[in-house]
C-alpha cells in the first residue's frame, strides 16, 4: 500500500541545518529542466541558415507551429506578442509533467507548482489586458455586453487560476498514484512467481506511455490553449456591437436632456 506520509515531494538537498533551508526534489527537477531547456535553446538557434535542415528543421516546425496556434487563439496582432510565452509555457509544463519517464516524481504532481504556474498565467493575462486597454478599458470589457456581468466575471477570473491549476495537479498527481499502485501490485504478482520482479518491469510500458507522455502532453496543451484563450479574451476590448450600443444610448440621453432644456 502507499504511505499517505510520502506522497508529497522528497527533500533532497539541504543548504543548511534547517529544513527550510533545503530543495525538495520538484524544486530542484525544476532548476534542471530550466537549464536543459535554456542550453537546448541556445544550440538549436546557433547558425541558423536560410535553407534549413537538421536540428533547424525542428525547431522551425516547432516556432511555426507556437505562432500559429498564437494567431488562431489571439489574432496575428497579439499571438506574434505572446507566441514565445506559450511556446515556454507549454514546453515547461510538458516536461515538468513527464520526469515520470525517467523514474522521477512528476514536478506539476506537486500543488505549490501548479497552483504556482496557474498564477503567473493569470497575472500575465490581467496585467497585459490592463497595459493594453487601461483599467477603465478593462473594466469596460468585463461588463460586455451588460454591467451586470462584472461581478460574473469578477468571479470567473478569480476562479480561473484555481480551476487552472486543480486541473493540472488532479491529472498528473492521479497518474503518479496509479502507476506506484500497479508497480506495487506487479512486485507481489512477481515475487510470488520468482524472486525476479519481471511483471513490474514489462507491464509498466503501457501506463508510462500514457500517464508519462500522453497524459503531460494532453495536459501542457489545455493549460496553454486556456491561457491564451483568457488571454486573448481580456485583450479584445468591448466588442463593437457593444460599442455601438452604448453610443446610442448616450445619444438618446443627450438628446431627452436638449429636449427638457428647451
Not at 22 to 44: H, K, R, S, W
Not at 237 to 249: D, F, L, V, Y
Request: with cysteine; charged share 15%; net charge positive.
Amino acid at each position: 500500500m502507499i504511505n499517505l506520509n510520502e506522497l508529497g515531494p522528497r527533500i533532497i538537498v539541504y543548504l543548511g541545518h534547517s529544513s527550510r533551508s533545503a530543495l525538495d526534489e520538484c524544486v530542484f527537477y525544476q532548476i534542471i529542466i530550466c537549464a536543459v531547456l535554456a542550453v537546448a535553446g541556445i544550440l538549436l538557434g546557433r547558425n541558423l541558415q536560410k535553407v534549413p535542415k537538421g536540428k533547424q528543421v525542428l525547431a522551425e516546425l516547432f516556432v511555426g507551429w507556437i505562432y500559429s496556434f498564437a494567431e488562431d487563439q489571439m489574432g496575428k496582432k497579439y499571438g506574434e506578442k505572446f507566441a514565445p510565452f506559450l511556446g515556454t509555457l507549454i514546453l515547461y509544463l510538458f516536461f515538468c509533467s513527464s520526469t515520470g519517464l525517467i523514474g522521477l516524481r512528476p514536478v506539476t504532481a506537486d500543488i505549490n507548482v501548479a497552483a504556482a504556474l496557474a498564477i503567473v498565467s493569470f497575472v500575465v493575462i490581467q496585467a497585459s489586458a490592463v497595459k493594453e486597454l487601461g483599467f477603465q478599458g478593462r473594466i469596460g470589457e468585463m461588463c460586455d455586453p451588460y454591467s451586470f456581468m462584472l461581478p460574473i466575471e469578477i468571479v470567473n477570473d478569480i476562479t480561473f487560476p484555481v480551476t487552472l491549476a486543480l486541473r493540472l495537479f488532479g491529472n498528473i498527481f492521479g497518474g503518479m498514484i496509479v502507476v506506484d499502485m500497479w508497480l506495487g501490485l506487479m512486485t507481489k504478482l512477481s515475487l510470488k512467481l520468482c524472486a525476479v520482479p519481471f511483471l513490474r518491469c514489462l507491464t509498466v510500458i503501457p501506463l508510462n506511455c500514457f500517464f508519462d507522455i500522453f497524459e503531460p502532453l494532453v495536459q501542457a496543451y489545455i493549460f496553454t490553449i486556456l491561457t491564451a484563450a483568457h488571454l486573448g479574451s481580456g485583450l479584445s476590448g468591448t466588442s463593437p456591437e457593444t460599442m455601438a450600443r452604448r453610443q446610442a444610448k448616450k445619444e438618446r440621453r443627450l438628446a431627452k436632456r436638449a429636449g427638457n432644456a428647451a
